[in-house]
């Protein structure tokens, strides 16, 4: 789930105090991955979580997915871009963004990210999503 990957990125970075903390505060829901403790949990969540690592791409990734699904995708839309910008061929982030265009109704821009991840093929996890999601596009 999203909150196992904003703590596996904050251990990763050597910020252990500060994942533990989130996963202290984390619903046990959350904890075991199994779910995740409502939308405004995983809110808070990421928010602090950018809080205490900012400029972090995973996290400003997942922070600005959750946007998306709320509703706020101008601030959505502003920091999956930003990920993108500081982690560019990051396939997850580029269609983290696509996805996000397309609920934002930005269809050509999520043409091109998408496009941009097609030509990668099989190389990236989530090709078959994308060759869909082009064809859904046409």
Request: aromatic content about 2%; glycine content about 8%.
């Amino acid at each position: 789930g999203a909150t196992m990957g904003l703590i596996r990125t904050l251990m990763q970075m050597g910020k252990a105090e500060q994942a533990r903390d989130i996963a202290a505060h984390a619903p046990e829901s959350v904890r075991k991955d199994k779910g995740w403790g409502g939308i405004e949990k995983m809110l808070e969540l990421a928010e602090k979580a950018n809080q205490l690592a900012p400029e972090q791409p995973a996290i400003m990734d997942t922070l600005g997915g959750i946007l998306v699904d709320k509703g706020e995708l101008e601030r959505g839309l502003e920091l999956i871009a930003k990920a993108k910008t500081l982690q560019p061929h990051d396939p997850r982030i580029r269609f983290s963004l696509a996805t996000a265009l397309m609920k934002a109704g930005k269809k050509a821009e999520a043409k091109k990210e998408l496009e941009e991840l097609a030509a990668q093929g099989e190389k990236i996890p989530m090709h078959a999503e994308v060759n869909e999601l082009l064809k859904n596009l046409k």
